[in-house]
C-alpha cells in the first residue's frame, strides 16, 4: 500500500497456523490479578519520577501513570518471557505496558483517566512487551488483510562487506516493504535488501509506532518533539516522555536501575566516539534478577533478549551493562 501513513492504516491482526520450532509466546497464568471495583481504586501521587500509582481496595498496585508520559504499566495476569535459543534466563512478572491516549498530568483520573484505565485492565491484545517479542529469531509470521507480514522474525540489517558487521539504517518500513508517507509529507521508500530489517531504532518505531500507534518523525532532530524520531542518540534526548535515568555520559550507579519500568528505552554507547548509538527495551528483573532488555542488533541478526555475543543486561558482565547511560520513559 504506497503512500500509506501511520494514522490512516492500523493492522488487523490475524493469525497464521503455528510454524515448526515457532519461538514461544509469553505465557500468562490465569489468576485474579486485581479488583476491577473503580469505584474503590485509590489515587496517589509519588516522586522520583513524578506519577500517579492506583491501588485497588485490597492495596494492590494496579496502575503507574507517570507525569508527562503515556507509557502505562497496569497489572495483569503474571507473564514469562522466554528466549531459550538465546539465554536460559526469563522473565516473569505481571507488568503489562499499554499506551495512553494522551500524556498524564495530576488529576487526569477525573477526566480521560479512569475509562481507559478500566479499559485497559480488561484489554487483551498484545501489549508493548508481547509484540517486542514477535520479532526474535523463530517467531512466527502474522499477516494483515493485505496479506502483508508484519511480524515475524526480523533481522538486524543485510550484510556489509566481508569481515564486517551488517549494514544499519533498516527502519520499520524496510521490514514491511512498503513506501511510507509520515505526516510532514516526506516519503521513504524501503531498498529491497532491507526487507525484513529493522535496526536497534527501527526496532523501536515498529513497537512503539507502527504497531501501537506512537507518532513518528520521519528524520532526527536536535530538538524535543512530539513524535519519536529516528536515530538512537535523538530519541535518548528529545522524544517525548521523560528522562528516568539521566545521561552523565557514564555508566548510572546500579541504584539508579530500580527507578526502571518494563517498556522504558534505553541506551547505550557502545562506541566511545560516537555517544549514544544502540537502544532497547527495558523487560524487567530475568530469573538471576538482573535488569534485562532487547534490543535488534548485528550478533546475533536481529532483535532478541539473549546473551549471544554480548548478554541483554543493564547489570552484570558484558559490554552493554558498561555502555549503558540513560532510559526514557515516553
Given at each position: 500500500?504506497?503512500?500509506?501513513?501511520?494514522?490512516?492504516?492500523?493492522?488487523?491482526?490475524?493469525?497464521?497456523?503455528?510454524?515448526?520450532?515457532?519461538?514461544?509466546?509469553?505465557?500468562?497464568?490465569?489468576?485474579?490479578?486485581?479488583?476491577?471495583?473503580?469505584?474503590?481504586?485509590?489515587?496517589?501521587?509519588?516522586?522520583?519520577?513524578?506519577?500517579?500509582?492506583?491501588?485497588?481496595?485490597?492495596?494492590?498496585?494496579?496502575?503507574?501513570?507517570?507525569d508527562?508520559?503515556?507509557?502505562?504499566?497496569?497489572?495483569?495476569?503474571?507473564?514469562?518471557?522466554?528466549?531459550?535459543?538465546?539465554?536460559?534466563?526469563?522473565?516473569?512478572?505481571?507488568?503489562?505496558?499499554?499506551?495512553?491516549?494522551?500524556?498524564?498530568?495530576?488529576?487526569?483520573?477525573?477526566?480521560?483517566?479512569?475509562?481507559?484505565?478500566?479499559?485497559?485492565?480488561?484489554?487483551?491484545?498484545?501489549?508493548?512487551?508481547?509484540?517486542?517479542?514477535?520479532?526474535i529469531?523463530g517467531?512466527?509470521?502474522?499477516?494483515?488483510?493485505?496479506?502483508?507480514?508484519?511480524?515475524?522474525?526480523?533481522?538486524?540489517?543485510?550484510?556489509?562487506?566481508?569481515?564486517?558487521?551488517?549494514?544499519?539504517?533498516?527502519?520499520?518500513?524496510?521490514?514491511?516493504?512498503?513506501?511510507?508517507?509520515?505526516?510532514?509529507?516526506?516519503?521513504?521508500?524501503?531498498?529491497?535488501?532491507?526487507?525484513?530489517?529493522?535496526?536497534?531504532?527501527?526496532?523501536?518505531?515498529?513497537?512503539?509506532?507502527?504497531?501501537?500507534?506512537?507518532?513518528?518523525?520521519?528524520?532526527?532532530?536536535?530538538?524535543?518533539?512530539?513524535?519519536?524520531?529516528r536515530?538512537?542518540?535523538?530519541?535518548?534526548?528529545?522524544?517525548?516522555?521523560?528522562?528516568?535515568?539521566?545521561?552523565?555520559?557514564?555508566?548510572?550507579?546500579?541504584?539508579?536501575?530500580?527507578?526502571?519500568?518494563?517498556?522504558?528505552?534505553?541506551?547505550?554507547?557502545?562506541?566511545?566516539?560516537?555517544?549514544?548509538?544502540?537502544?532497547?527495551?527495558?523487560?524487567?528483573?530475568?530469573?538471576?534478577?538482573?535488569?534485562?532488555?532487547?534490543?535488534?542488533?548485528?550478533?546475533?541478526?536481529g532483535?532478541?533478549?539473549?546473551?549471544?555475543?554480548?548478554?541483554s543486561?543493564?547489570?552484570?558482565?558484558?559490554?552493554?551493562t558498561?555502555?549503558?547511560?540513560?532510559?526514557?520513559?515516553?
Open positions: 500500500m504506497a503512500g500509506a501513513s501511520w494514522q490512516a492504516l492500523r493492522v488487523l491482526e490475524a493469525i497464521p497456523p503455528a510454524q515448526a520450532q515457532a519461538a514461544p509466546a509469553p505465557t500468562a497464568e490465569t489468576q485474579p490479578a486485581v479488583s476491577l471495583n473503580a469505584d474503590k481504586f485509590r489515587y496517589l501521587r509519588q516522586s522520583g519520577p513524578a506519577r500517579t500509582i492506583v491501588q485497588d481496595e485490597h492495596g494492590r498496585l494496579v496502575a503507574t501513570f507517570t508527562q508520559c503515556r507509557l502505562v504499566a497496569v497489572t495483569g495476569p503474571t507473564r514469562t518471557f522466554a528466549e531459550p535459543q538465546g539465554t536460559g534466563e526469563t522473565v516473569r512478572h505481571s507488568s503489562w505496558v499499554r499506551i495512553a491516549p494522551q500524556a498524564w498530568t495530576p488529576g487526569s483520573e477525573k477526566s480521560w483517566g479512569k475509562p481507559w484505565l478500566i479499559a485497559a485492565l480488561q484489554d487483551k491484545k498484545p501489549d508493548v512487551l508481547a509484540v517486542a517479542m514477535q520479532y529469531q517467531s512466527r509470521d502474522l499477516q494483515d488483510t493485505h496479506g502483508r507480514r508484519y511480524a515475524g522474525n526480523a533481522s538486524f540489517g543485510p550484510p556489509g562487506g566481508p569481515g564486517q558487521p551488517r549494514l544499519e539504517a533498516s527502519d520499520f518500513y524496510d521490514y514491511l516493504g512498503v513506501p511510507w508517507t509520515f505526516p510532514d509529507g516526506r516519503v521513504k521508500t524501503p531498498e529491497p535488501a532491507r526487507i525484513g530489517a529493522m535496526d536497534c531504532s527501527g526496532y523501536l518505531r515498529m513497537v512503539f509506532g507502527y504497531r501501537l500507534g506512537f507518532p513518528l518523525m520521519s528524520k532526527s532532530e536536535p530538538k524535543p518533539g512530539p513524535a519519536l524520531p536515530r538512537a542518540y535523538a530519541m535518548a534526548a528529545y522524544a517525548p516522555g521523560i528522562s528516568v535515568i539521566p545521561n552523565r555520559n557514564a555508566q548510572p550507579p546500579a541504584a539508579e536501575l530500580a527507578k526502571l519500568q518494563p517498556g522504558d528505552m534505553v541506551f547505550f554507547e557502545t562506541d566511545t566516539e560516537i555517544g549514544i548509538d544502540h537502544s532497547g527495551i527495558y523487560m524487567g528483573l530475568d530469573s538471576s534478577r538482573q535488569h534485562r532488555f532487547i534490543s535488534s542488533r548485528g550478533e546475533p541478526d532483535p532478541n533478549m539473549g546473551d549471544i555475543g554480548r548478554h543486561t543493564l547489570d552484570g558482565p558484558g559490554p552493554f558498561r555502555g549503558f547511560r540513560t532510559a526514557r520513559r515516553i
